[in-house]
């Protein structure tokens, strides 16, 4: 579950940050940029550390190959990211590269819910 809130959060967040270019006053755009990144890296945080136990405990025999195969994804990401967000800014301005991106999380959050397994604490067994 504090898989699901912490991604949900990050897309919450995200799709916001594309908001933040309509505050004009300049102490509430850099509160609103502070706290949503603020809430961002506690659910990441969260996300992140929830995930790792959930793929150790899954596949306790392949955990080395499911952290690198994780850390490989994540790295990956990190090298295409600049580019397709700047492509998207040339498209649709400042907010639509977070707009996409919070979306995606949003849509991948959703399948979180059926791709987690289902623990005996979790189901109340």
């Known amino acids: 579950m504090l898989c699901v809130t912490g991604a949900l959060i990050q897309a919450i967040c995200t799709i916001l940050f594309g908001f933040l270019d309509q505050i004009e006053d300049k102490n509430a755009f850099i509160g609103g940029s502070l706290m949503l990144r603020f809430l961002s890296g506690m659910a990441e945080a969260a996300a992140?550390?929830?995930?790792?136990t959930i793929l150790v405990a899954t596949y306790p025999?392949?955990?080395?190959?499911?952290?690198?195969?994780?850390e490989t994804a994540f790295g990956t990401g990190m090298i295409f990211a600049p580019t397709l967000g700047s492509a998207l800014y040339?498209?649709?301005?400042?907010?639509?590269?977070?707009?996409?991106?919070?979306?995606?999380f949003a849509v991948?959050?959703?399948t979180l819910f059926y791709a987690i397994p289902k623990s005996d604490f979790y189901t109340g067994k």
């Open 48 to 52: 992140w550390n929830a995930g790792m």
């Open 108 to 110: 991948q959050t959703s």
């Open 61 to 70: 025999a392949m955990k080395n190959t499911m952290m690198a195969l994780t």
């Open 90 to 104: 040339d498209v649709g301005g400042f907010g639509l590269p977070f707009w996409i991106v919070g979306g995606i």
